[in-house]
Structure formats: C-alpha cells, structure tokens
C-alpha cells in the first residue's frame, strides 16, 4: 500500500534552515508528481510547491518562493523540501502528498527562538 | 493569485444533505479535489476529478461541477462527517495549486 513518512521537523530558531524528507513505499516513486504543503496551528492547508517525476522542473507559492527547495532521489524513493530563513509564520505541520491523493502523516516544525 | 472560494461554515442535522461549495475561474478547465480533515489528523480525499469517489469511501460522498462551481454533496450525513473540507485545485497553468479556505461542517 501507498505509505508516505515525513521526517526532519523539529523547534529551529528564526533564520536558520532545515530540511524536511520523506520517504516513500508502496509504488513506483519516479512515476508520480510530489507536492508539499502545510498546515499552520489552527489554520488551513497550503499548497507550497511541487516537482515533476522525473525533477525536470519545480513550481513554488509566492509564499516560499526563494526560500524553499524541493527535490528528489528517485533512486532513494525519498522527496525533499530544503527551507531556509525560517520565520515564525512557517512554524506548521508539513504534509508530502502524491500528486492530488495520497498524503503522510505530516512532521511539525517549529520556528522559535 | 489564483483562489479558490468555500463558505467557513456549514451545519445539518443527522441525515440531511450537506452542500459545500467552491468557486474558482479555472474550475471549469481544471479538475477539483475535495478532502476530508478531522481534528489533528492528516486529511483525506473524498472525491477525485470533480466527481470520482476513491475506494473506502462511503457513496454519501459525491462531487459535481457547474462551471466555476463545484460542489460536495454529503447526503444523509452522518455525525462521524463532521469535518473540516476543503477543495484543491491548480489555475489555468497547472503548476500552481491552491487550497480553498475550508469548510466546517457541523452535523448535529
């Protein structure tokens, strides 16, 4: 079964970076588009960026445009959101979601000082 | 930027039909999803391309599209809705996805 594990959220201080993973099992990973998105304490989910299977390209908000890098490792089966200059209004739960239907469970990162 | 438009709130008692509703100027070229999200659990989708219900999920669930308009429609909604909703979908380039804002459904 389609199985999505984020990891590498944590507490940073404000200006720091991190770098958020998540592994993926259960289908073939090159296949399928991969999304990031984000859900602030008590607010509704946000669409960050996405990358195409294959890496070729990468769509951001305006909200992270700049500050944030998706990639992948097709050969890890593993997606990655690399966030830099983290503020406090990034701290939220990160959900990776393949294409428009399967989601993780989602890793909280915390941006405090 | 491209938005997407649902009403914060929706309350129906037990079995009557609930309606969420989602404008957007692209809907009409670009498919919409809805999820399912209850309190502090990862969402979960309930209706596909407009209209296409994933396994598992009850048949109460149904998706419909009328131009910049789409709609979920729970009928006979039960308690264990209650939920926030919320639609997904991308602008006219197809690289850039939106939430709409969410939908609490109350049923009671």
């Known amino acids: 079964q389609v199985q999505l594990v984020e990891s590498g959220g944590g507490v940073v201080q404000p200006g720091r970076s991190l770098r958020l993973s998540c592994a993926a099992s259960?289908?073939?990973?090159?296949?399928?588009?991969m999304h990031w998105v984000r859900q602030a304490p008590g607010k509704g989910l946000e669409w960050l960026a996405l990358i195409y299977y294959d890496g070729s390209s990468q769509f951001y908000a305006d909200s992270v445009k700049g500050r944030f890098t998706i990639s992948r490792d097709n050969s890890k089966n593993t997606l990655y959101l690399q966030m830099t200059s983290l503020r406090a209004e990034d701290t939220a739960t990160y959900y990776c979601m393949r294409d428009s239907t399967y989601w993780g469970q989602g890793t909280l990162v915390t941006v405090s000082s | 930027s491209y938005e997407l438009t649902q009403p914060p709130s929706v309350s129906v008692s037990p079995g009557q039909t609930a309606r969420i509703t989602c404008s957007g100027d692209?809907?009409?070229?670009?498919?919409a999803y809805w999820y399912q999200q209850k309190s502090g659990q990862a969402p979960v989708l309930v209706i596909y391309?407009?209209?296409k219900r994933p396994s598992g999920i009850p048949d109460r669930f149904s998706g419909s599209n009328s131009g910049t308009m789409v709609t979920l429609t729970i009928s006979g909604a039960q308690v264990e809705d209650e939920a926030d909703y919320y639609c997904y979908s991308t602008d006219s380039s197809g690289n850039h996805w939106v939430f709409g804002g969410g939908t609490k459904l109350t049923v009671l």
């Open positions: 391309e407009d209209n």
């Open positions: 259960g289908f073939t990973f090159r296949s399928y588009t």
């Open positions: 692209a809907l009409p070229r670009k498919f």
